[in-house]
C-alpha cells in the first residue's frame, strides 16, 4: 500500500528469498502472488544474522522515514536491531512492529499465523454460528488476518508521519493481528456480552434460484418494502409477522421462506434484474474469475497490468482514488536482490558475496 502511494519501498529478503516468492501461481519460477503483494517495491538480500547485515540496516534505517518488521517479538532485539536502538539512531523513524498478539503479554511469543489467529479471535467461530446446522469450523483459505492488519498497520503508519511532522519525532507502532480480527466481529463482541436472541436464519443469505443463489440485502424499512413488491406481497408490509423489524426478525425463516417461494421460479440473472430495478440490494454470488470481468472495475481502472522476470500478470490496484496524488501499483515485482548493489552501493555499504544482483 506505501508502495502504491509512491513511497520508495526496499524490502529486505534472506539469501533464500521469502517463501512467498514460490506460492503458486509459479511461471518460470516467478510467483504472481508474491508479485501481486510486492510490485514496486526494491529487493535487497542481507544477512542480519551477520554483523556486516546489521550494520548495512543500520545504515538503510538511518536515513528511512519508516520501518516495518513482522517477526516475533524479542528478534529484532537479538539482531540489535529494536526501536530502543533504531530509534536512538534516527529520532525521525516510524517503526512498525507486526505480531500476531502484540509486543508483550502472555501470548506475545507464541507463533502465529492467519489460520491460527482467526480461531483464536473467535472469528470462525462467530462465522460458523451464521451457518445453520453446522457444528464444524470452515477452513477459511482467504487470509482476513494478514490483510486487515497490514491496512490498520497503513493507517497507523500514516497518521504517525502526521503526528511526525507536528512533533518532529518518530515512535514505535505495536500492531497485533488478534486485535485486528476481533475489530472484525462487530455485532458479535456485544453479543458476547449480552444475550441477544437470534433470528431463525441469518437475516443476510443466500435466497435460492431455479439455477444458483441470489444475495438479498434486506438492510432498511425501505429495501423491506421494496421487495415485498418485488415479491407480489405488498399486503407483508402491514402484516403482523413483518410490520417492524422485531417482528421480522422474530420470524425471519418464514419470511425468507416466502421470498424463496418467489425466487426459486426464476434463474439468478432475472432474479437479479427485477430485484435491481425494484431497488432492493441484491447480487449473483460469483466467481473471482466472474468478478475481475466486472465493467465497473474496467470503468475504475481497478486492474493493473505489471511484470516480473518472467513476463506480465494483473493485480488489483488500491480500492481508493484521490484528487490530487497518484495512487497506482509499480510496474514491476522485482527478481530477489536485484537492487542489492544499488541500494547498498549508495549507502557506502559492500554488496554480500551471496547476493544476486
Keep these: 500500500m506505501l508502495a502504491d502511494m509512491g513511497a520508495e519501498v526496499i524490502k529486505i529478503e534472506s539469501a533464500e528469498g521469502e517463501t512467498m516468492r514460490t506460492r503458486p501461481p509459479v511461471r518460470s519460477g516467478c510467483s504472481t502472488a508474491f508479485g501481486q503483494l510486492n510490485v514496486g517495491k526494491k529487493s535487497v538480500v542481507l544477512d542480519l544474522k551477520s554483523p556486516e547485515g546489521v550494520e548495512a540496516a543500520r545504515r538503510l534505517v538511518a536515513t528511512a522515514d519508516i520501518l516495518v518488521e513482522n517477526f516475533r517479538p524479542g528478534v529484532m532485539q537479538r539482531l540489535g536491531l529494536d526501536y530502543g536502538r533504531l530509534g536512538a539512531l534516527n529520532p525521525r523513524l516510524i517503526y512498525c512492529s ?7 503479554g502472555p501470548s506475545a511469543e507464541l507463533p502465529a499465523y492467519a489460520p491460527v489467529i482467526h480461531a483464536a479471535s473467535g472469528y470462525d467461530m462467530a462465522h460458523l454460528a451464521y451457518q445453520p446446522g453446522r457444528s464444524r469450523p470452515d477452513y477459511c483459505g482467504i487470509y482476513h488476518a494478514d490483510v486487515v492488519t497490514g491496512t490498520y498497520a497503513f493507517g497507523a503508519i500514516a ?11 518518530g515512535q514505535h507502532i505495536d500492531c497485533s493481528m488478534l486485535e485486528s480480527m476481533l475489530s472484525l466481529t462487530l455485532n ?4 458476547a456480552q449480552f444475550e441477544v436472541q437470534l433470528p431463525s436464519r441469518p437475516t443476510f443469505g443466500p435466497a435460492e434460484c431455479r439455477d444458483g443463489y441470489v444475495m438479498i440485502a434486506i438492510a432498511s424499512e425501505k429495501t423491506f418494502q421494496n421487495l415485498m413488491m418485488v415479491i407480489g406481497h405488498p399486503d407483508w408490509v402491514s402484516d403482523s409477522r413483518f410490520a417492524r423489524y422485531s417482528d421480522r426478525r422474530a420470524n425471519w425463516g418464514e419470511l425468507m421462506d416466502g421470498v424463496e417461494a418467489w425466487s426459486t421460479r426464476f434463474s439468478v440473472a432475472e432474479c437479479v434484474e427485477a430485484l ?12 473471482v474469475a466472474d468478478a475481475l470481468t466486472d465493467p465497473q472495475l474496467a470503468h475504475r481502472s481497478a486492474l493493473a497490468e505489471v511484470e516480473d522476470a518472467a513476463g ?9 482514488r484521490m484528487s ?7 510496474a514491476r515485482a522485482a527478481s530477489l536482490g536485484e537492487h542489492t548493489a544499488a541500494v547498498l552501493g549508495d549507502i557506502g555499504a559492500r554488496p554480500p558475496k551471496t547476493a544476486s544482483s
Design 276 to 287: 435491481n430495478a425494484g431497488g432492493v440490494p441484491s447480487s449473483a454470488y460469483r466467481s
Design 312 to 320: 506480465t500478470f494483473k493485480v488489483v490496484n488500491q480500492p481508493f
Design 98 to 104: 507486526i505480531s500476531g498478539y502484540g509486543q508483550a
Design 159 to 169: 497518521s504517525a508521519l502526521y503526528q511526525r511532522e507536528r512533533t518532529g519525532r
Design 188 to 191: 458479535e463482541i456485544q453479543m
Design 324 to 330: 490530487d496524488a497518484r495512487v497506482a501499483a509499480g
